[in-house]
């Protein structure tokens, strides 16, 4: 990320070694919302969304639908209006694209929509290349003529999309979501094979069935959609964050502590919970919360990253950190990004001893880590950091901390709600804070 104003030189401050314990309620999941908000294009009236998070990443979405003329109207009780009859730029510029890749969510259903669209091209970013090739061969396949101008990738097709026959070449979240929202309103069948599985697709496909698309097999590798001629006003509810939840649960298991995430179904987190369980954590669930408790410490477990139902990615930095501090050697290889383990660094500066070799990452539990400045460097990594802090001896400085805000609602309430001692130092407060050191 390139210099942004001075609300990014937020810090937050940890001291850390208190056990966390207690019960903290998830939030809605950033990655379900933001396809959601970008299907209201699709929809031929206002569409009410229930249990949206305040993140950063979501009021960029909200940006975006707005600059394209939608209504958009949010409530505090994480209730959004959006209606995008009023909408008239098919375009997601620069501007907003840069600060979240998420944004080329939009190409898919502006296209079905408007016939066009112009959306800026998503640059390489922290965590790996991260290419949209798959996304943009799909809209071709189903009619869509596609030409890259100035770093914009521009859009057309003449009357509807096609139905048509894709097969990802790898499975792709985003990609698959795309593809889904464009088919909704295309002409005729589409399946998508080698499709995501993720929870947050069959989120999608359900919010888009309860306003009349036709959409089938979602959940699984094969997701069959029949175009449909126009989707009608409704409702759409999030799922719970399942990756915000398993961040609470593994900042109770590395302070020896218990804690409970309560508004979610443990079938969310099949894999994370199977691995904790592993490593010798107590693991307690009903429908609608999960518990779970470190009654000794951990042993260390081998985890590698895959599509859902696998291991997820976007786990991998915090179950990591639990390892710096399990007993033996843990192998943590990840198959996703190429580049997804910029937090390796910043934890060995707390202590911990982490081997890289490509892929993989071989760690070695240690007694203790101890309190340090590290960089948040993508939303992930700093979350481990934020773990690693609540367990290290004395204070953990996390500087950069906006990333943590797009993907964290409310992070340091929650842990201090848990028993943490976590304060944010907010970029104005560090000015003064440097003042007075000058003065
Ligand atoms: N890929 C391509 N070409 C494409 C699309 C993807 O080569 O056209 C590659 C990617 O570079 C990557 C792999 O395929 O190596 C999988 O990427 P995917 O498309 O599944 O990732 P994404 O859709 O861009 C979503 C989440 C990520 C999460 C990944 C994997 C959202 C908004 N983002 O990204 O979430 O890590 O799926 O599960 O849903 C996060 O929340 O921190 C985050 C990065």
């Known amino acids: 990320m390139q210099a942004r104003g001075w609300w990014c030189m937020d810090k937050i401050i940890i001291q850390g070694g208190r056990r966390l314990t207690g019960s903290v309620k998830a939030s809605g999941a950033k990655n379900a919302a933001l396809p959601l908000l970008a299907a209201s294009i699709l929809v031929d ?52 694209v840069k600060t979240m890749r998420a944004s080329s969510l939009v190409l898919g259903p502006l296209l079905a929509r408007f016939g066009s669209a112009r959306v800026s091209l998503p640059g390489g970013c922290a965590i790996g290349a991260r290419p949209i090739d798959m996304h943009l061969k799909g809209l071709e396949a189903m009619g869509a003529e596609i030409e890259v101008e100035q770093g914009d990738i521009i859009a057309r097709v003449d009357g509807r999309l096609q139905g048509a026959q894709i097969v990802f070449d790898q499975v792709t979240v985003t990609g698959t979501e795309n593809l889904m929202m464009a088919a909704v309103l295309a002409a005729g069948e589409t399946t998508l094979d080698n499709a995501a599985r ?59 502590g218990d804690v409970t995430v309560t508004g979610i179904s443990p079938t969310l987190l099949e894999a994370f919970l199977a691995r904790v369980k592993e490593a010798g954590a107590t693991v307690e669930s009903g429908d609608d919360f ?42 943590v290889r990840e198959t996703i990004f190429e580049n997804r383990f910029m937090h390796v660094q910043e934890l060995a500066r707390m202590g911990a001893e982490i081997r890289l070799d490509g892929n993989t990452a071989i760690v070695t539990g240690q007694s203790r880590l101890q309190g340090a400045q590290v960089m948040a460097t993508d939303l992930r990594a700093s979350a481990s950091l934020v773990l690693a802090g609540l367990a290290a001896e004395g204070e953990t400085t996390i500087s950069r901390v906006y990333h943590i805000d797009r993907g964290y609602e409310r992070i340091e309430e929650k842990l201090r709600r848990l028993g943490a001692s976590v304060e944010r130092q907010s970029a104005s407060e560090n000015w003064m804070h440097g003042a007075k050191l000058q003065a």
Not at 67 to 86: F, K, M, S
Not at 302 to 325: C, E, K, N, S, V
């Open 45 to 96: 009236g206002p569409v009410v969304y229930r249990r949206i998070p305040h993140l950063r990443d979501i009021s960029t979405m909200m940006t975006l639908l707005a600059w394209q003329g939608a209504d958009v109207t949010y409530d505090d009780q994480h209730c959004l209006h959006v209606d995008t009859r009023p909408s008239t730029k098919p375009e997601a510029p620069y501007d907003l």
């Open 198 to 256: 993720e929870p947050e697709i069959v989120n999608l496909a359900d919010s888009l069935r309860a306003l009349g698309a036709r959409i089938e097999g979602d959940g699984s590798n094969r997701i069959t959609i029949c175009g449909v001629e126009r989707l009608q006003a409704g409702e759409m509810t999030t799922i719970a964050d399942r990756i915000e939840a398993a961040t609470y649960l593994a900042a109770g298991l590395i302070t020896g």
């Open 290 to 331: 999960i518990r779970c408790a470190a009654e000794k410490r951990l042993k260390a477990v081998d985890i590698h990253t895959l599509p859902h139902p696998g291991f997820p990615t976007d786990l991998q930095a915090q179950f990591m950190a639990l390892m710096t501090l399990a007993e033996g050697t843990s192998v």
